[in-house]
């Protein structure tokens, strides 16, 4: 099989059982569920936590990246910023990643991700629940996020410290105290 060849093999592979397993696979060894905190000053805690699903691969490898797309029916290919040599799929949808993501890898569970992917799905959870919008929660929600660094190779651009330091945030708990 030339390069051609293998290029076009996924343009009309029929998704199945098999294959699902297999792409969980993929992501098992190339993807990632990263959790970003984004200062935000105009929100209660000036803090946003943010998941996403993501998984990058050479651009010669990219017809893997539409038949994940095509499996999960979401996320979006582009270029990697500062890579031209690698296209991403990302999803950045809670909603999403909450019906149709979470379900795709509950249904074919990763091996080596697998405890990153349940700490992902518990923070998912409670956001949806809103309970970043609570003091205790956000604290709780924050330190999942953290736990889930721990076992990832992800840096932080805000510590744990930083976060829970922030003037707006104990200026919305002294407020909240008077």
Known sequence: ?????????????????????????????????????????????????????????????????????KA??????????????????????????????IPFFQKYPLIVKQRQFQIFSEIVKKLNNNEQFTKEGFENILELVFQKNKESKGKRKYSKDEILNNPQRLNVEANNKL
């Not at 999960?72 to 990302?90: E, T």
């Open 1 to 69: 099989m030339n390069a051609a060849q293998g290029q076009s093999a996924g343009k009309n592979l029929e998704l199945n059982e098999e294959i699902f397993h297999h792409l969980a696979g993929f992501v098992d060894g190339e993807g990632a569920f990263p959790v970003q905190t984004r200062k935000t000053p105009w929100t209660k805690f000036g803090f946003t936590i943010t998941p996403e699903f993501k998984i990058s691969q050479h651009k010669d490898n990219g017809e893997i990246l539409g038949i994940l797309q």
């Open 72 to 101: 999960l029916d979401c996320g979006k290919i582009s270029i990697k910023s500062g890579q031209p040599n690698q296209l991403v799929l990302v999803e950045k949808s809670r909603k999403n990643i909450t019906e149709k993501v």
